[in-house]
């Protein structure tokens, strides 16, 4: 297991590097100069022997693959660069906002599987009924309903109708300040996720062995929980590893809405001030998320359901 | 039958809801009435007391004045924390003693003499002298810090020498006791103390400065009435009051500045009484301008700013004919359009300077809706079956795509088609700056003295990138600019600002549209705050206090 886990990450090298590359190339071909951005945005200007100046010391009149490879050559020492906006390393501006990230995303997700997870089994155990209705349509409503709607209007209830929550900010290890945002990209995936797990649960109840256990006399929760779910996690358990992805572009929207510093934030306003330095970091960021939940997510299934092979 | 029972409990839903609502309602309905009762508030000052407004333009980046360019993210926070020699009172139009508790101008103009005050303490407990100043504004000069602001030192002799490498000092600046500091200029320059009442030409504290490195713009330190600190990245920045402040402890205890780009965000967070103040985006300003219940807490003056449509002179095309340029000034209505499109959240731009400026001229030559005019000029020009206008915009909701759409009805009236192109900030910039469009929408202004305002975007030498992005050029107008700089009488400068004014509005070099209407609301128990004209959000904090029995 181990060795495939190296295998796997060291085969996501050329990932690494065309995604690097490509973010490279598309910085540099949209309009827009990091130096200029340092103007006052409402209408400052610059001098032209500032600005060269400027551009001589951050080395961009270097030829662009020199830029590139001077950027290989720090990423290969932990060295992501320094980012043209604040001027700090970009490895302690990501260090500062991954708590943030990490902490919506984890509960954000838990709050998908268990509401989706839940739904989906009551969706199939019932299936049929008014109550599957009702959980498909909330399910469709998760999935349509745009995120920023849901936030605002989680906010509105709960932040300025009763006041119960902030509406917006962040205070490092206070959870009050995450309830809302989790919730709101928890909901946009959980739909998914009830509408896999019903369909999943469907083909599992009709199954022989299903009849079996109920005839065993054994308790139908338990029949549920640990012989209908269990067999049918391991397409639950693929789309909640794709949902992730879903779940950190989620990240950037809520962030904005409920003002927190989170990676999504760094990035677009990264991208806005076309600074590279900042914007490569945080995509090197997320293609290893995303390469290391799925290398869990098939170690997982494969816990799971011992008949699938991991290959390479 | 399932149908039945899904509507019933959708039933049951909304009643609940439309209860707690009214409910909530009614309580909220209490607490105003009880808020506005005056009887209970205090009319003087009182100390203590926290401050939380919105900053609504994101993270400053860098609170190290030498490395952003000075600009409404980060000086306003960063004029709290540092102290220059002086300070400008925007809403007065003077400058009052900061660190320096006077100043003298030889009568050349040419030297600049700063007697600092003593007992002026960095927070970090050490005194502030002329050393200090020689020190911070080298440092803003030195091409290793790569300071957006070192262009307009270079004003001071021996800048340029230094800059380039060729002496270890700026000769201009001179320490001649450590309260004394003398800076010579290259030649004489009316902007000069408005440069120095900026955050970049405050001191910084050398031993700080080296000793963080990188990190100083992360904890500044400074000698301004506020200290820094804490600053959680895109979410909060915390200053505290300076009780050793030179000029006295301030009333707040604190300031929280809450890192929020998003209009609805603000709208909610100021509704749950997380903020206290906040400046308003423009899609807010309707709501909050058309509800009694905030009469008496919005606070709106002209900024100075100019929005206009700017016409590049370097391009060949019907633009460069004077005549096809005041056409699109008679065609467009622009009253019209800002009661419309901007819902009022702008005032008619008449002239160049806004009315908040020194030298403000309200009878400059200016252009009256007039279509039928429009024609009969373009039909001079030889433009009678009008042509194709490419205007370059940004969707922004002040000067972007918005009112470009409104204009081209008008334009399109007279013969005048229009093709709008649609891009991001960045790329405006990048490409009003490289002279790369045939006419763009953009907001000049920020400088509070009419000769900087004016010279910044209508002198020759400051082609391009520099602020003359549209290549003006009346050499009228930069002979007029020059004077007005040099001379060290002020009646005699008015007068001829508003003549280079005149001139510019008869060339019309830009479609003059509007100044903008900056908009503060605030809770009712925040006290002192102020209409300033140079940009709202730069409000003097030390003036500011929470009145706490009407919380």
């Known amino acids: ?312 | 039958m399932m149908k039945g029972k899904i509507y019933r409990i959708f039933l049951v839903v909304m009643t609940i809801m439309m209860i707690l609502s009214a409910c909530s309602n009614s309580s909220s309905g209490n607490s105003t009435s009880g808020g506005s009762d005056s009887s209970e508030s205090n009319t003087e000052p009182t100390y203590g007391g926290k401050l939380v407004r919105a900053a609504i333009y994101g993270d400053p980046q860098n609170l190290d004045p030498a490395i952003r360019a000075h600009g409404t993210p980060t000086s306003m926070i960063t004029w709290n924390i540092f102290e220059p020699l002086i300070r400008f009172d925007a809403v007065k139009g003077v400058f009052n003693p900061a660190n320096a508790e006077s100043w003298k101008i030889s009568d050349d103009g040419l030297v600049y003499t700063f007697k600092l005050r003593k007992g002026v303490l960095f927070h970090n407990g050490r005194e502030v002298t002329a050393e200090d100043f020689k020190y911070s504004l080298e440092r803003v000069l030195n091409p290793k810090t790569a300071s957006p602001n070192a262009g307009s030192l270079t004003i001071i002799k021996g800048a340029q020498e230094f800059i380039d490498g060729k002496s270890k000092e700026v000769s201009g600046i001179k320490v001649i006791d450590p309260y004394n500091l003398e800076i010579t200029l290259t030649k004489p320059d009316n902007t000069f103390l408005t440069i120095m009442s900026l955050p970049y030409a405050a001191a910084v504290p050398k031993e700080v400065v080296e000793e963080k490195g990188e990190k100083f713009g992360q904890e500044p330190v400074g000698a301004g009435p506020f200290k820094f600190k804490s600053w959680i990245r895109d979410s909060e920045i915390v200053l505290e009051g300076n009780k050793e402040y030179y000029g006295g402890r301030p009333y707040l205890d604190e300031v929280v500045y809450k890192i929020m780009t998003d209009q609805s965000t603000r709208d909610n967070a100021f509704a749950s009484k997380q903020l206290d103040m906040m400046v308003l985006g423009d899609a807010q300003y309707p709501k909050y301008k058309n509800d009694p219940t905030f009469k008496n807490q919005i606070i709106e003056v002209p900024e100075l700013f100019t929005r206009n449509l700017k016409f590049n002179l370097k391009k060949k095309g019907p633009w460069q004919d004077v005549r096809v340029r005041q056409a699109i000034n008679y065609a467009i209505d622009r009253d019209s359009i800002i009661k419309t499109v901007l819902q009022g959240k702008a005032y008619p731009a008449v002239g160049i300077l806004p009315p908040t400026i020194k030298g403000y001229n309200k009878n400059v030559t200016t252009y009256k809706y007039n279509p039928k005019k429009a024609k009969e000029l373009l039909k001079e020009a030889g433009y009678e079956d009008g042509f194709t206008l490419k205007i370059l915009t940004t969707d922004h909701p002040a000067f972007g795509l918005p009112a470009v759409e409104a204009l081209s009805g008008y334009l399109e009236k007279v013969g005048i088609k229009v093709k709008i192109e649609q891009v991001d900030f960045a790329s405006l910039l990048d490409r009003v700056n490289a002279g790369d469009f045939d006419a763009a929408m953009y907001s000049n202004g920020g400088q509070t003295h009419p000769v900087e305002y004016l010279t910044r975007y209508f002198h020759s030498k400051y082609f391009g990138a520099s602020g003359n992005t549209g290549y003006y050029k009346n050499e009228k107008v930069d002979a007029l600019l020059d004077e007005a700089a040099q001379t060290t009488d002020e009646d005699k400068m008015i007068s001829l600002v508003q003549q280079a004014e005149d001139l510019i509005m008869k060339d019309a070099p830009w479609w003059f549209f509007n100044y903008n209407k900056a908009v503060i609301v605030h809770q009712p128990w925040v006290k002192g705050l102020q209409p300033v004209p140079t940009d709202i959000d730069y409000q003097d904090l030390t003036k500011v206090w929470i009145d706490e029995k009407m919380k």
């Open chain 1, 1 to 312: 297991m181990v060795g495939y886990a190296v295998q796997r990450l060291l085969g996501a090298i050329p990932i690494w590097i065309a995604i690097t590359l490509i973010t490279f190339i598309l910085m540099n071909v949209i309009p827009g100069d990091p130096v200029t951005q340092l103007m006052d945005a409402r209408g400052g200007s610059m001098d032209k022997k500032v600005i060269e100046q400027i551009r001589e010391e951050w080395g961009l009149n270097d030829p662009l693959p020199l830029q590139y490879l001077h950027f290989i050559q720090g990423f290969v020492q932990g060295d992501l660069g320094t980012s043209y906006q604040t001027r700090s390393p970009v490895t302690d501006l990501l260090l500062e906002r991954i708590p943030v990230t990490a902490q919506i995303t984890f509960l954000g997700l838990i709050v998908a599987i268990v509401f989706g997870i839940t739904i989906g089994i009551i969706g199939a155990l019932k299936r049929g009924s008014w109550l599957d209705s009702l959980v498909s349509s909330f399910s469709i409503a998760g999935v349509s309903l745009p995120s920023f709607l849901i936030g605002l209007i989680l906010m509105y209830i709960f932040a300025v109708k009763f006041q119960l929550l902030p509406a917006s900010g962040y205070a490092s290890g206070e959870l009050k300040f995450l309830i809302l945002p989790s919730i709101t990209l928890g909901l946009g995936v959980c739909g998914v996720i009830a509408r896999i797990t019903r369909s999943s649960m469907i083909d599992i109840l009709k199954m022989d062995f299903m009849t079996t256990a109920y005839a065993k006399g054994i308790s139908s929760w338990r029949v549920v929980l640990l012989h209908a779910l269990k067999n049918a996690l391991p397409p639950i358990m693929t789309i909640i590893g794709v949902q992730m992805g879903f779940l950190l572009s989620g990240a950037v929207i809520t962030e904005t809405i409920f003002a927190l510093p989170g990676i999504g934030r760094l990035l677009v306003d990264g991208i806005l001030q076309r600074d590279l330095p900042t914007v490569q970091g945080c995509v090197v960021f997320i293609t290893s998320v995303f390469l290391i939940i799925n290398l869990i997510t098939d170690i997982f299934c494969r816990w799971i359901d011992p008949r699938i092979r991991l290959d390479v």
